[in-house]
Nanobody
Framework: EVQLQASGGGLVQAGGSLRLSCRAS????????LGWFRQAPGKEREAVSL????????HYRDSVKGRFIISSDGAKNTVYLQMNNLKPEDTAVYYC?????????????????????WGQGTQVTVSS
C-alpha cells in the first residue's frame, strides 16, 4: 500500500520555525522525487519544494528560497522541510507528494498533475 505520511505542522509566530516530515512507503523511494505543495484558503495549490534522492537535487519556489530547506533521509524514506523565518503568507495546508523521475530528470516539478501519490495535508499557521 502506498503511503505518504506527513507530519510536523502547527501554529507558530511570524519569524518562527517548523519542520515538516514526509515518510514514504509502498513504492521505490529511489525512483521518485518527493515534494511539498501548499494550499491556502481560496487559493490554488502551489509547489513549494522538491527533493530528488537519486541525485540530491533540490528545487524551491522563489518566495521560500533562503528560508526553507528540503532534505532527505534515504534510510528512513523520509523527506523533511525545514521552514525558517516563517511569514503569515506561508499559512496553508501543506501536502507531501511523490513524482516518478525519468531519465531526463525531474521535469516540471511545479506541476501538481505530474505527481502520482499524495499524502494527507498538515496545517501550518503563522500568526503575525
Amino acid at each position: 500500500e502506498v503511503q505518504l505520511q506527513a507530519s510536523g505542522g502547527g501554529l507558530v509566530q511570524a519569524g518562527g520555525s517548523l519542520r515538516l516530515s514526509c515518510r514514504a512507503s509502498g513504492f521505490p523511494f529511489e525512483d521518485y522525487a518527493l515534494g511539498w505543495f501548499r494550499q491556502a484558503p481560496g487559493k490554488e495549490r502551489e509547489a513549494v519544494s522538491l527533493f530528488y534522492h537519486g541525485d540530491g537535487s533540490t528545487h524551491y519556489r522563489d518566495s521560500v528560497k533562503g528560508r526553507f530547506i528540503i532534505s532527505s533521509d534515504g534510510a528512513k524514506n523520509t523527506v523533511y522541510l525545514q521552514m525558517n523565518n516563517l511569514k503569515p503568507e506561508d499559512t496553508a495546508v501543506y501536502y507531501c507528494a511523490a513524482k516518478l523521475v525519468y531519465a531526463d530528470g525531474v521535469g516540471r516539478w511545479t506541476d501538481q498533475y505530474e505527481y502520482a501519490y499524495w499524502g494527507q495535508g498538515t496545517q501550518v499557521t503563522v500568526s503575525s
